[in-house]
T-cell receptor, first 113, second 116 residues
Framework: AQKVTQAQTEISVVEKEDVTLDCVYETRDTTYYLFWYKQPPSGELVFLIRRNSFDEQNEISGRYSWNFQKSTSSFNFTITASQVVDSAVYFCAKHGANSKLTFGKGITLSVRP | EAGVTQFPSHSVIEKGQTVTLRCDPISGHDNLYWYRRVMGKEIKFLLHFVKESKQDESGMPNNRFLAERTGGTYSTLKVQPAELEDSGVYFC??????????????FGPGTRLTVL
């Protein structure tokens, strides 16, 4: 099976700390897409980023940044200067040749004031 | 613009009963997906509609689950009869049918189903 592994299950940090959420994936597809979603306490999954397999440039959006390393099949997510509002469950997911997203188990991030 | 909506938000039923979950996708989104998250596990794909047609139903657990999308608008997912292992959060997602995809799927808040 083409899995997405988020080895960290729960992370707790103090506000203003940087935190990195790890994501490792398996794939046999030549072309694929990687995603991160955030699930706040309200329950819906909020899209954060989409990255295709041909674009290995790192991306920064405000306090969020993503490091895509095709050689290690990793797509890690860093939050700089974390805030309490960042507390949520974060899911990494992959979309391959078929129509479905394959998700990791999610990482529960708690940011304490 | 309204997002993906799901009804009900919570459902508690007894084993053997029937439950129907509803999803209203974002207007104009031809792709509609159902996913399920059982406690502590991954969110798993159930099926994918393109308009009213089932494109991929490889994730449906068994024939107790029936999904429909009549008219290509809202979708229902019926579980009959429900079993204990069906408990979990059922998510619906939608996305536009455009070239250059796959684009992000927009998720609803989920329906939390508890089977006692």
């Amino acid at each position: 099976a083409q899995k997405v592994t988020q080895a960290q299950t729960e992370i707790s940090v103090v506000e203003k700390e940087d935190v990195t959420l790890d994501c490792v994936y398996e794939t046999r597809d030549t072309t694929y897409y990687l995603f991160w979603y955030k699930q706040p306490p309200s329950g819906e999954l909020v899209f954060l980023i989409r990255r295709n397999s041909f674009d290995e440039q790192n991306e920064i959006s405000g306090r969020y940044s993503w490091n895509f390393q095709k050689s290690t099949s990793s797509f890690n997510f860093t939050i700089t200067a974390s805030q309490v509002v960042d507390s949520a469950v974060y899911f990494c997911a992959k979309h391959g040749a078929n129509s479905k997203l394959t998700f990791g188990k999610g990482i529960t991030l708690s940011v304490r004031p | 613009e309204a997002g993906v909506t799901q009804f009900p938000s919570h459902s508690v039923i007894e084993k053997g009963q029937t439950v129907t979950l509803r999803c209203d996708p974002i207007s104009g989104h031809d792709n509609l997906y159902w996913y399920r998250r059982v406690m502590g596990k991954e969110i798993k794909f159930l099926l994918h509609f393109v308009k009213e047609s089932k494109q991929d139903e490889s994730g449906m657990p068994n024939n107790r689950f029936l999904a429909e999308r009549t008219g290509g608008t809202y979708s229902t997912l019926k579980v009959q009869p429900a079993e204990l292992e069906d408990s979990g959060v059922y998510f619906c997602a939608s996305s536009p049918l455009l070239a250059g995809g796959p684009f992000e799927q927009f998720f609803g808040p989920g329906t939390r189903l508890t089977v006692l």
